[in-house]
């Protein structure tokens, strides 16, 4: 065979050489592991706070439930002040959860406390309703907690817009569990200011250009409350038992 045409053999590659230069090194995952048993120490820092405001919510919210076989004259005594006492000792964490979770990049962590959060904002929201038939504003739910809202340039804990309307929606179907059960307790007037109350919620609620899926779905839903409340209204007219309002036959 001629010098031209002869294939030529290829090297001999040295495979221990290209084995031992691609190597994985442990000291990544080494960081890595370090990594996750920071993340998992912030965790339990802030879990320590959020199950404290947890198990005093469930007091709470097991008094509240009281407002359902409470004659109206009663509310206070028996249901509304003892809610205070139990959300005053709720504010205490939330604060101390908000000193804690200041540390640390809010968004990043904030889905640890929102739902407890809500529970303690709807908590409020319900008794001022119940207490004064006013609701409270975002400032206000931010000034009985002692911690910030709706901050745009800081990110560290506070209350957020959806939060506060989340909450509200919360309120909105309590409410509405409500109307039946005055009627039963012989309170015909309350079913008539709840439907006032959460028709204006409703009408607000139209207003808003809701960009979240979750707060957009729960809104959807608040249309379903006024139906709830407006059916027991209409049976208390046919009934005629809508309490007639001063200057009115």
């Not at 802030?46 to 405001?53: E, N, R, S, Y």
């Not at 779905?217 to 249309?223: E, F, H, N, P, Q």
Request: proline letters at 4%; charged letters at 25%.
């Amino acid at each position: 065979m001629s010098d031209d045409t002869a294939m030529t053999t290829p090297a001999p590659t040295n495979t221990s050489t290209a084995a031992s230069s691609t190597h994985v090194d442990p000291a990544i995952f080494s960081s890595l592991q370090t990594k996750i048993d920071e993340e998992q120490a912030i965790r339990d820092e802030l879990k320590t706070h959020v199950d404290a405001l947890s198990k005093q919510g469930r007091l709470t919210q097991s008094i509240l439930s009281r407002i359902h076989n409470t004659p109206t004259e009663e509310l206070e005594a028996n249901v509304l002040n003892p809610c205070y006492d139990a959300l005053s000792e709720q504010t205490k964490t939330v604060k101390a959860l908000a000193e804690s979770a200041s540390k640390y990049p809010f968004y990043k962590w904030n889905s640890i406390w929102q739902r407890d959060i809500q529970t303690v904002i709807s908590s409020l929201q319900l008794c001022d309703w119940l207490k004064s038939g006013n609701l409270l504003t975002l400032e206000q739910i931010g000034q009985r907690l002692d911690v910030p809202v709706n901050l745009k340039s800081e990110d560290t804990f506070h209350i957020t817009v959806e939060d506060y309307l989340l909450a509200l929606i919360s309120t909105i179907e309590e409410l509405a569990r409500l109307a039946p059960n005055a009627v039963t307790l012989g309170d015909y007037a309350r079913p008539l200011q709840i439907s006032k109350f959460i028709k204006d919620v409703h009408a607000g609620f139209q207003l808003l250009n809701l960009k979240n899926d979750i707060l957009r779905r729960r809104a959807d839903g608040v249309k379903y409350s006024v139906k709830k409340v407006e059916d027991v209204v209409y049976d208390l007219s046919l009934r005629g038992l809508i309490p007639k309002t001063p200057g009115t036959g």
